[in-house]
């Protein structure tokens, strides 16, 4: 065979889990569909927090994997894409989190007067943040000095990367519901909007739980040439169009946290769909007819950024075992 591993998928999760494969002396190949520009995860925000992703007992793991990597990234920020920022988490209580939160340095429970906009409760914080497109770009490019290829492929089953690899990696985020097939995996869309930003060095959340729609989201995040604004989480709707009272609807909440939002000009659209699993993150292996090996790292939902190294490293050592 003339790949040792191929890796189906080349968004963050998959060119993450490629990467530490070929940095670990495989011959790895990624066939993708989109170019990574194109995935959901060129959309991400993308700010490192364990957000609507299981299981616990094992994200928290991935996700202080991840962190620990991405302080290190930061400390080339323009070529990775990753900065430590600080931050507003409205809306949660440092006791109420996870075993993993006790491993993050700096997390403050804010009083109710140190809290912006129309919030009484909040967590400060000074996380990664991910320019996605630049961080997609790094990735690849560190991927191919390791040897790796990437190869625009769109794939209709697994059994045609086997022909080819003793070993297969299925980071087909979404595409995995038809794949392998997996009914337990629906898209949860997300839309943004982007805007000149108007000085804003903070990011801010919240899952605005007082207003009944668990839907609505309301967070934004500064990066470079841009002010991120969101967002929604719409269970089942596969829409890649962006809706322009949604639009109007995402402003308006980013607006009474930081009135001069109101007022910026808009420089554009942006929709995904995270890949959501029921049951959490599918991270398993199965052996193909033949003795070869399909290892699935699917299901992340919102969370990609977050658990991606986490994840690659445990895909590996499932690849190589």
Known sequence: MSEQVIVVGGGVIGLT?????????????????????GTTSAVAGALWWPYRIEPEAETGAWALDSLRVYEKLADDPVRTGVRLVPGVHADTVLGKL?????????????????????????????????????H??????????????VERRAVTGFAEAAERARVVVDCAGLGARELVPDAR?????????????????????????ASGDAAELTY????????????????????????????AAIVARCARVRPEIAGAR????????????SGGVRLAVEQLPGGGRLVHNYGHGGAGVTVAWGCARRAADLAVG
């Open 17 to 37: 889990t490629a990467l530490t494969l070929a940095e670990r002396g495989l011959r790895v190949r990624v066939w993708s569909r989109d170019a990574a520009a």
């Open 98 to 134: 996870g075993s993993w939160a006790r491993e993050v340095s700096g997390l403050r429970q804010l009083a109710a007067g140190e809290v912006p906009g129309p919030y009484e409760v909040g967590l400060a914080a000074r996380l990664p943040l991910i320019d996605m497109p630049v």
């Open 136 to 149: 997609l770009e790094w990735l690849r490019a560190r991927f191919e000095a390791a040897g790796g290829v």
């Open 185 to 209: 995996l629906q898209p949860v869309r997300g839309q943004l909007v982007l805007v000149e930003n108007p000085g804003i060095e903070e990011w801010f959340t919240a899952a605005d739980s």
């Open 220 to 247: 934004f995040f500064p990066q470079p040439g841009r002010l991120i604004l969101g967002g929604t989480a719409q269970e089942g709707d596969e829409r890649l169009t962006a809706d322009p009272a949604t639009a």
């Open 266 to 277: 808009v420089l554009g659209h942006r929709v995904g769909l995270r890949p959501a699993r």
